[in-house]
Nanobody, 126 residues
Framework: QVRLVESGGGLVQAGDSLRLSCAASRLTLNDAAVGWFRQSPGKERNLVAAISVVGGTYSVDSVKGRFTISRDNAKNLVYLQMNSLKPEDTAAYYC????????????????????WGQGTQVTVSL
């Protein structure tokens, strides 16, 4: 059974940085497209950033220039480096993965991903 586990969340102040990690068991993340989603209470879960099998990336406008998604293939990890955090970044962050047909695919919808982690909370205070 594939399992994804997020780590690295926490309580920080505005302007601080955090690095989230997504680790997988029974799945080689090198072969997967991986996305980071976030969800605030009462709101929908939305994509923050995605990375393709070949390393192409996508991020939403609200985090461009602040968040970076990357891979460490040797460690079977995907990271989300979050800089210049803002209170509006406060949310539960989830990683998701799928084995895509195209190695260049950058899935952006929740229903395009097959495997999900349990989430890690990021809280940004003023």
């Amino acid at each position: 059974q594939v399992r994804l586990v997020e780590s690295g969340g926490g309580l920080v102040q505005a302007g601080d940085s955090l690095r989230l990690s997504c680790a997988a068991s029974r799945l080689t993340l090198n072969d997967a497209a991986v996305g980071w989603f976030r969800q605030s209470p009462g709101k929908e879960r939305n994509l923050v950033a995605a990375i393709s099998v070949v390393g192409g990336t996508y991020s939403v406008d609200s985090v461009k220039g602040r968040f970076t998604i990357s891979r460490d293939n040797a460690k079977n990890l995907v990271y989300l480096q979050m800089n210049s955090l803002k209170p509006e970044d406060t949310a539960a962050y989830y990683c998701a993965a799928v084995l895509p047909i195209k190695r260049t695919a950058l899935p952006q919808g929740q229903n395009e991903y097959e495997y999900w982690g349990q989430g890690t909370q990021v809280t940004v205070s003023l």
